[in-house]
C-alpha cells in the first residue's frame, strides 16, 4: 500500500491491471474469512466519504476499539448501511453497545431498527461546525448589511443637490468610511472565527478582536460557537446539560436566527449529544480512515474496477500485514 500501482507494475514486471487485481487475491488470501472481523464489535463509527467527483460515496464502518474498517460498500443510504447489519448474527448486533456518526437520518434509522439496545453519540466534530457554519452565516449577514449601507449612503451622497451644504457632504463622506471601516475588520475573519481561541495565532487573535469589536452581532455568534463547543469538553452529562440549558436560553434570545434554529437542532439530538460526552466517543478514527482512502484513491488515480478499490480500502485500513519474502514471515503493514 506504500506504492501507486504504476510503480508497483515495474518493480513487479507486470501490467498495472494485473498489480492492481493482486489486491483483492492478497486479500482473500491473508484474510480467507471476512467475517472475523465482526467478532467481538463493541463500538463501532459509521461515515460516508466520496470516491469519485460528484455524489458517488462509500460508506465504511469502523471498529473504534482496533481503529480498523470491518466493512465498506458503495452508497450512502439506508438501503446500503442495512447490508451490513444484515450480514451480522442477532448476537453480533446485540452486542454493540455504542455507535458514533453523523446527524444522517438513514444512520440512526439502520441504528434504531438493528441495534435498539445501543446507544447513538452524535459526533462532537459534526455538531461543532455547525455552530461554525452558523457564525458563517452571521458574518455573512453584517457584510452584506455594510455593503447595502454603503451603496445607499454613496448614492445619497451622489443625489445632493450642488448648492447642499458641505457639513452635510462631510457627514455622509464620513458616515461611508466608518462603514467601510467596519467591513474592513469584518474581511478576513473567517478562519479566525473558525478556529479555537486557543490555537489562533497572534496576527489572528488580533484580527479576531478587531471583527468582534467591530460587529456586537459577530461578537454574539462567536460567543454562542463557543459556548457549543463547551457543551463537548464536559466532564459529565449533568454539567453537559447544564451548560446546553445555557447555551440553548442565550441562543433562542440572542435575536441571531442561524443560532436559533441551531438551538434547537441540538435540543433534538440532545440525547445523543449526551451519550456523546459521557462515552467519550467521536469520528476522529474514521475522519482519519476517509483521508487515508482518499489517498490511496490519489495514488491510484481512480479505480475502474470498483472491487478492487472496496478491496484495497480493506487491505490498507486494516490491521492485516503483507509477508514479505526473505524476513522471516514479518512483512509491511497494509
Known amino acids: 500500500m506504500r506504492l501507486n500501482r504504476t510503480a508497483a507494475a515495474e518493480m513487479l514486471r507486470v501490467n498495472w491491471r494485473t498489480a492492481q487485481s493482486c489486491v483483492p487475491k492478497i486479500l482473500r488470501e491473508l484474510e480467507p474469512d471476512p467475517r472475523a472481523r465482526y467478532r467481538g464489535l463493541v463500538n463501532i463509527g459509521i461515515d460516508e466519504t466520496s470516491y469519485t467527483k460528484g455524489h458517488n460515496y462509500v460508506t465504511t464502518v469502523v471498529n473504534q476499539d482496533t481503529g480498523e474498517v470491518v466493512w465498506v460498500a458503495i452508497g450512502h443510504d439506508e438501503k446500503t448501511l442495512s447490508g451490513f447489519f444484515e450480514e451480522l448474527t442477532e448476537g453480533e448486533r446485540s452486542s454493540i453497545r455504542l455507535v458514533s456518526g453523523d446527524a444522517a437520518s438513514w444512520i440512526r434509522k439502520c441504528v434504531a431498527k438493528y441495534c435498539p439496545g445501543a446507544r447513538f453519540c452524535l459526533d462532537g466534530f459534526h455538531a461543532v461546525q455547525w455552530a461554525v457554519g452558523s457564525v458563517y452565516e452571521v458574518r455573512r449577514e453584517e457584510w452584506n448589511a455594510i455593503r447595502a449601507g454603503v451603496r445607499e449612503l454613496d448614492a445619497k451622497l451622489k443625489s445632493l443637490p450642488a448648492d447642499a451644504p458641505d457639513s452635510e457632504r462631510k457627514r455622509l463622506q464620513d458616515s461611508i468610511g466608518k462603514a467601510k471601516d467596519e467591513a474592513s475588520r469584518i474581511k478576513n475573519t473567517r478562519y479566525a472565527l473558525d478556529r479555537n481561541p486557543e490555537n489562533l495565532t497572534e496576527s489572528q487573535a488580533m484580527r479576531l478582536k478587531c471583527a468582534v469589536e467591530a460587529s456586537p452581532r459577530l461578537a454574539r455568534a462567536h460567543g454562542l460557537k463557543e459556548l457549543a463547543r463547551l457543551v463537548f469538553h464536559s466532564g459529565s452529562g449533568e454539567e453537559a446539560r447544564a451548560v446546553f440549558k445555557t447555551f440553548y436560553w442565550r441562543a433562542t434570545h440572542s435575536r441571531l436566527e442561524p443560532f436559533k434554529k441551531l438551538a434547537h437542532s441540538y435540543k ?31 495514488k491510484a488515480y481512480g479505480f475502474q474496477v470498483i472491487d478492487n478499490l472496496l478491496s484495497t480500502i480493506m487491505l490498507g485500513c486494516s490491521n492485516l500485514r503483507i509477508p514479505l519474502p526473505n524476513r522471516n514471515g514479518f512483512g509491511v503493514r497494509a
Open 268 to 298: 433534538e439530538h440532545l440525547e445523543e449529544i449526551i451519550n456523546t460526552v459521557e462515552s467519550g466517543l467521536s469520528n476522529a478514527r474514521i475522519e482519519a480512515m476517509n483521508s487515508k482512502i482518499k489517498l490511496m484513491i490519489r
